[in-house]
């Protein structure tokens, strides 16, 4: 394509929508509520997933070994826990570090009675490891795997949390799905109307067209570019109101609510934005196009 | 070179809006087609351009058999063919100038071949020195103009007219008249359709009458045709 009918169809694609101020406003301000509410949906999700992420990496399996392994099995035994992918950390608690822990908690004031065991540590097989995993949907498949191995006597672990949490990660991802598709759907539906009066307008303009040899591109050109620009517009209002918002919000919480600053901290504004501005223009464009080029392909015949 | 061969089109069951028609029209031909309303004049033109496809037989253009073109080159074969209406058909919202290089546009001009073919066609139909005028602030004959113009900047080598005359008045009809037999001149070929007796009886040229899809009479000069 010539670079003269490449402006040409940008400024034809520009002209359209200011033909049809009223239909591209509308065009625009729809798409604009629909990244903006995606944006915050997003928001919520990753701030949300990052403290569910916070949660899981506490949730840890132990495991417990039987009475007559060496040291070097118990090692042999991390060595392969460690290799699991769905493993991120794993912590060995020998016996003496666990019954120090245990006298920390439950001697606490009153280490005079914990003399009495000073030779003799009663949690003598209470060697242990304490493994984090990344994922915690993959708890169960983790402990089948570790009660496999040799030298193992129990691995204890937390049903509830783990399905707990797993279940609602779920939930989370069904339920913005949903709201999304619908959101597009909407989006979609008014930039086709959008351009579908575009061509109404243009009819004559269109049959000239084609009547002097215009290509089918020619004269498509325009409704596509009008499309993209209002996916561009409708994405670039939110994303930057958005991004002034996040910023004072978090500000704002962190001030007012120091007292959740111990369960809630959000993610810092780079972070979010670093993904949901290439995420939010992407979809006004591709919105923008895939409205364009439906009502093209309905009501253009070139 | 137009040529059709037993070509009928019927666009629902009943009578055929064109019926068997035998056409032979060489390059460089001025040919009138005349008829009443319903004559199947303008399904004629339709069917040279490719808008409508014949029911029945076939269509040579500058010897493209129109049943043999894909549909992603009908635009390539069109631009061998300029086209004017009756109601002129220019963009409103662009002025004299803009109107005509809106066909160089279309069809992928470079700039600077456009800056030079369009005064240049502008200046043949006389209108140089309106290119800034919008067509509501020129008289209906100049807006013809204006649509020759912008049917001949590409170089076609045929030229078809509906009616071109029927929005004119005589005087403006005329001088349009003149400005297509001058294009005929440079080697042209020119179809006209109209309904405008006075101007087919004066400018002797050959004559095609069609009455309910049907070729009555072709009349090759002109000379002896009688409405």
Redesign the interface.
């Known amino acids: 394509m010539r670079i003269s009918t490449f402006f040409y169809t940008v400024k034809q694609g520009a002209k359209n929508i200011w033909k049809n101020k009223m239909f591209s406003l509308a065009s625009i301000a729809t798409m604009s509520a629909c990244i903006f509410l995606f944006g915050v949906f997003y928001s919520v999700v990753v701030n949300f997933q990052s403290v569910v992420r916070e949660v899981e990496s506490g949730v840890a399996v132990t495991v417990f070994f039987e009475d007559d392994v060496t040291q070097k099995q118990m090692d042999e035994v991390g060595e392969q826990i460690g290799k699991r992918v769905e493993v991120s950390k794993k912590v060995f608690v020998s016996a003496d570090e666990a019954w120090k822990n245990f006298q920390k908690i439950y001697f606490k004031g009153a280490e005079d009675m914990a003399e009495g065991f000073l030779e003799d540590n009663p949690l003598a097989h209470s060697a242990h490891y304490e493994v984090y995993m990344n994922d915690i949907s993959m708890q169960n498949s983790l402990v089948t795997y570790i009660q496999s191995l040799k030298g193992v006597k129990e691995v204890k672990s937390s049903d509830i949390a783990a399905n707990t949490l797993t279940d609602f990660n779920r939930l989370i991802g069904y339920v913005s799905a949903g709201i999304i598709l619908i959101l597009l759907c909407v989006a979609v539906f008014l930039i086709s109307n959008t351009v579908t009066i575009g061509i109404a307008v243009r009819k004559e303009e269109i049959a000239i067209m084609k009547l002097i040899g215009a290509t089918d591109f020619f004269v498509r050109a325009p409704f596509i570019v009008e499309g993209i620009l209002i996916g561009i517009i409708g994405s670039v209002l939110p994303l930057a109101l958005l991004y002034y918002m996040y910023r004072n919000i978090i500000v704002y919480v962190g001030e007012k609510f120091r007292w959740l600053s111990g369960m809630l901290e959000f993610l810092p504004v780079d972070k979010v934005f670093s993904t949901l501005v290439p995420v939010g223009l992407l979809l006004g464009v591709g919105i923008g196009l895939l409205g364009s080029r439906m009502t093209i392909k309905k009501h253009l015949k070139v | 070179m137009i040529k059709l061969e037993n070509v009928s089109k019927a666009y629902s069951a009943g009578i055929p809006a064109l019926n068997d028609v035998n056409l032979h029209i060489e390059q460089g031909e001025f040919v009138f087609v005349v008829g009443d309303s319903g004559s199947g004049k303008s399904t004629l033109i339709k069917l040279l ?1 490719k ?1 409508l496809e014949p029911t029945k037989g076939s269509i040579m253009i500058n010897n493209h058999r129109l049943g043999n073109i894909r549909h ?1 080159d009908i ?5 061998n063919i300029g ?1 004017v209406f009756q109601d002129f ?1 220019l ?1 409103k919202d662009r002025n004299v100038y803009e109107n005509v290089a ?2 160089q ?4 001009t ?2 600077k071949t456009m800056r030079r073919k369009v005064p240049a066609v502008l200046s043949m139909v006389g209108l140089a020195a309106k290119y800034k005028s919008y067509p509501k602030e020129i008289s209906g004959g100049e807006q013809q103009r204006v649509a020759i113009a ?2 001949l900047v ?1 170089e076609p080598k045929i030229l078809l007219a509906d009616e071109p005359t029927g929005n004119l008045d005589a005087h403006n009809a005329w001088e349009i008249m003149k400005l297509l037999e001058e294009i005929n001149q440079r080697g042209t070929t020119v179809l006209v359709v109209t309904h405008n007796q006075d101007i087919v009886r004066a400018m002797k040229k050959r004559v095609i009458t069609m009455r309910k899809g049907v070729v009555i009479e072709d009349e090759r000069t002109g000379e002896d045709y009688e409405d």
């Open positions: 351009l808008e992603k635009p390539k074969f069109r631009r086209v058909r963009l809106f066909a546009r279309a069809i992928g470079p700039v912008r049917a590409n």
